[in-house]
Structure formats: structure tokens, C-alpha cells
């Protein structure tokens, strides 16, 4: 299974909200979800981007960084695309999916949210943030709530 997640950033902060549905209720997170039988990961970022907060990012701003490989008690779980978009169209909105938007800054030791976000995130969001682009396998704890390990690999996106 593939899965987008797109983080809206703003000279050095990024936009985050809290899922109110699915998998990590409550979490801090950017917008994204399940890719559709015959979509492009891009096209599903930019849909669910505008489902979930209701701004339009053309694919000239999206910017593809990493390419994250979720495994859970060792078993593969699916495959995340991160992107990242320094432009769009509206403001973000609250949605069904996500509560209301706030912005973080990333650029300084402390203040992004990660001990309200994915276990996993803590390792990897903060290269991704900088622009960093790599592919990793992320090894979770079979509840999902612990991470035991990252590795990381350097990757060339367009």
C-alpha cells in the first residue's frame, strides 16, 4: 500500500494539524493519505491535501524528499511519499479529517510537536523538513508506538 503525506511550509515553519480520523487520532501530522488504485503518488497528495485542508497545490510546487518504508514487528505495513510545497492557493482550513491548522517552526531544537506525532517521525521528519532527500526503512514496535530503528538511504527525486 502507498501513502502520501504533504507538509505545508512558510518561510521556516510548517503548517501541522491533529487527525481526527484513522490511524493516529490525535497525532500532529501534514495532509495526505491512501493512494487510489491507478493514481499517482502526486495526484494523491494534491487531493488529499485539498480534501483535508482545503488549499490547492499544483504539481509545479510539489517538491518529492523521501520515500519512507513503514514496517511493523517486522512486517512490511506500507509505503509513505513525502512532499513538501513552499506554495499554494487559500489558507488551511480545519476539516473533518484534520482539526485545526497551526504553524510549528522547524528549524529550532524543540519545536515541532514529535513526542504528538508518529513514533517514526522524530527520526526522519526533521531531514525531510530541511530538504534532505532519501529513501528510509522505518522499524516500528509491533503496537506501532515505538521506534527501534531508521535506516536511511540518499535518493535523487525530481
Known sequence: M???VCFLLREEKVC???KRRTYGIGLWNGYGGRVKD???????????THEESSVHVS???LVKTAVV?????GE???ELHVFL???WEGEPQESEEMGPPRWFRFNRLGALPLLDMFSDDLVWLPRALSGEKFEADAYLSLE???????VFRKATFR
Not at 491507478?38 to 488529499?48: K, P, Q, S
Not at 518504508?69 to 514487528?73: L, T
Not at 506501532?144 to 531508521?150: H, K, L
Open 2 to 4: 502507498q501513502v502520501t
Open 59 to 61: 504539481p509545479d510546487n
Open 69 to 73: 518504508r513503514i514496517y511493523r514487528g
Open 38 to 48: 491507478g493514481e499517482f503518488v502526486e495526484a494523491c497528495a494534491i487531493r488529499e
Open 16 to 18: 501541522l494539524a491533529q
Open 85 to 87: 510545497a513552499r506554495t
Open 144 to 150: 506501532g508506538d515505538a521506534t527501534d530503528r531508521v
Open 76 to 78: 512490511f505495513q506500507y
